[in-house]
């Protein structure tokens, strides 16, 4: 199995994750999907279109009233294409059975950096 390449991009994995967490058929205005992500506007924008040219988002421009309204939604096939894609992974960090030619000896622990606190 392998990793979609459209997907595994990580801004694009966030812009899916996110996308799929919503129920089907849901859609997230551009700015809610900008400050969800903590993504730049130019950033957003190119990574959704090489989504949209993949046929994994769909991007709905309208209007709320008089004011311009960009909506963003996981199509079915994106939807898909994600779900293969934690399949594919979730097979990739499977542990090893006992005997295989893969070393199973274990990985010196992580380190985690901690986090800073923000003053008020």
């Known amino acids: 199995m392998t990793l979609d390449p459209v997907i595994h991009t990580p801004a694009r994995l966030r812009i899916m994750t996110t996308l799929t967490a919503l129920p089907d058929g849901d859609r997230l205005t551009f700015p809610r999907l900008q400050s969800l992500l903590d993504a730049t506007a130019g950033n957003?924008?190119?990574?959704?279109?090489?989504?949209?040219?993949?046929?994994?988002?769909?991007?709905?421009?309208g209007h709320q009233g008089r004011v311009p309204s960009t909506?963003?939604?996981a199509t079915r096939a994106g939807r898909l294409a994600f779900e293969r894609y934690v399949t594919a992974l979730q097979a990739l960090l499977r542990p090893v059975p006992a005997g295989s030619a893969v070393s199973t000896a274990p990985l010196p622990p992580a380190t985690v950096a901690p986090i800073p606190s923000e003053d008020p």
């Open 44 to 61: 957003l924008s190119t990574h959704l279109r090489r989504l949209e040219d993949a046929g994994y988002v769909e991007t709905v421009k």
């Open 71 to 73: 909506q963003v939604g």
